[in-house]
């Protein structure tokens, strides 16, 4: 081995300074959370060159500084499944159940999506993610080419798929493919792709399993809703006799790098099957969206996490959680997990931010890149201040993050070592302007007269 050598003399491109930065020790799953204080950070060529003291980082000279005293540095949060544009519909469909939330406004007002609408939605939505200290999302949604534009040119990083129902025929899969091909590695390396059937209830059996062979084939992860809620796993074991989990099995899904959406109607009977897939399958959990809908289960992280299946946080779209917080998702996951628990030393605030980083980095497949901040590590990540009333004193620190801080004390949001927020003021989208076109471009997108929807749901 090679002794490592001094410092590069050359300007670093981003030193940060003065802060306390978030560190894993030890081995990934072992979920001890550290903190140093009055560290640094330092970037060079979009990857974190050292995590050092601020008295040493005062000695190397940056192209930018950015002094961070009374902030935390911590890996940037992963929203592990969204669809951002959905942002679009916010607050449009309140107080209902899923089926009809499905059938009498959502999928009816989707009819009606243009690239356009897609665009702006998603602009809005990677803004309030940015701003949320959001640094990369996995995204299963249409028109997705456009997101993926969206998504190169503010800086974000995303993991995203082109979403097909069985009913639009063959094309609906070789789209998705057709995406996932052309796109995997875009934007300097900060896009990856899935494939991308929307559930075992929408998609077919045959084109279910012609995704997994698809999957293999070309070395592609799958994203895709499964055992959403409980009356879905009733429904599906009272048509055919399996969990969705085991159809997800019998059409050999189960085999690829496999990312489930939700999980709340995940059984016992499940788990076997879920374990053998060695952390291959991951699943990410919204527990803001199933308080909404009244789901009487959320996801079994604690059996999911015996398994060694990774559990990553996420917010589903805002029409159905009203915001892309995943500052909420990690505090909320940590609550909604005692109460179906019935133990308040399940799931600590400790665990929590390891969900948030590490686990989430997993599930999107990105565990080897992003989730700890050490050298080697591509620099996203983000800092936020403590220095407000409500999250003073500090006792805890981990408690203060997961129950006390809020997505408003981010002020720094930095991807592949790019500052995309500096002290809450957005870099790389212009907020005012895209809310000004997409609101006026809201009642034709909201209009449900013509009959029309893009699926039903019939679960």
């Not at 519909?89 to 356009?116: H, K, S």
């Not at 959406?261 to 374990?275: K, N, S, V």
Request: hydrophobic share 40%; charged share 20%.
């Amino acid at each position: 081995m090679t002794p490592a050598g001094p410092p590069s003399a050359a300007p670093a491109d981003l030193v940060v300074t003065g802060c306390t930065v978030l560190v894993h020790e030890g081995h990934d799953d072992a979920e001890r959370i550290g903190f140093r204080r009055d560290a640094a950070l330092v970037v060079r060529d979009r990857v974190i060159d050292a995590v050092t003291t601020a008295a040493a980082a005062r000695e190397v000279p940056a192209v930018t500084r950015i002094e961070a005293q009374g902030q935390v540095a911590l890996p940037g949060l992963i929203n592990c499944h969204t669809h951002a544009p959905m942002v679009a519909l916010r607050g449009l469909a309140e107080d209902l159940p899923v089926e009809e939330w499905f059938n009498d406004v959502v999928w009816p007002v989707e009819t009606n999506l243009t690239e356009r609408d897609v665009e702006l939605g998603a602009r809005l939505a990677c803004a309030e993610m940015i701003r949320g200290g959001v640094t990369c999302f996995a995204d299963h949604y249409f028109h997705m080419d456009t997101v993926a534009a969206v998504v190169a040119e503010c800086g974000l990083r995303a993991h995203l798929g082109a979403a097909y129902f069985s009913s639009q025929g063959p094309r609906g899969r070789e789209a998705s493919l057709d995406f996932a091909l052309r796109l995997r590695g875009a934007a300097g390396g900060r896009i990856t792709t899935a494939l991308a059937p929307h559930a075992p209830y929408t998609v077919t059996d045959a084109d279910l399993t012609a995704t997994a062979e698809l999957a293999r084939e070309h070395g592609l992860p799958v994203h895709i809703h499964a055992a959403e809620n409980r009356d879905q796993t009733d429904t599906s074991l009272a048509r055919y006799g399996l969990t969705p989990i085991e159809v997800l099995d019998r059409t050999g899904l189960l085999g690829t790098d496999l990312l489930i959406a939700h999980g709340t109607g995940i059984l016992e009977r499940d788990l076997p099957l879920l374990e053998r897939t060695g952390g291959r399958t991951a699943v990410a959990t919204a527990p803001r969206g199933y308080l909404r809908f009244a789901w009487p289960t959320t996801t079994p992280v604690r059996a999911l996490r015996a398994a060694g299946v990774p559990v990553g946080l996420a917010t589903d779209g805002a029409a159905s959680n009203n915001s892309l917080d995943v500052w909420e998702a990690m505090t909320l996951t940590s609550l909604t997990q005692k109460s179906a628990e019935g133990d308040p030393r399940w799931l600590t605030s400790r665990q929590a931010l390891h969900h948030a980083t590490v686990q989430s980095a997993r599930a999107v497949g990105l565990g080897d890149r992003v989730g700890t901040l050490e050298p080697g590590r591509r620099a996203d990540f983000v800092l936020v201040d403590l220095t407000g009333p409500h999250t003073q004193p500090v006792h805890d620190l981990a408690a203060t993050l997961v129950h006390s801080a809020r997505a408003s004390d981010v002020r720094t949001t930095v991807v592949d070592g790019r500052v995309l927020m500096r002290d809450r003021e957005l870099l790389t989208l212009d907020v005012a302007k895209t809310v000004r076109e997409l609101s006026g471009r809201l009642p034709a997108l909201t209009s449900r007269d013509h009959g029309r929807r893009v699926q039903e749901y019939d679960t």
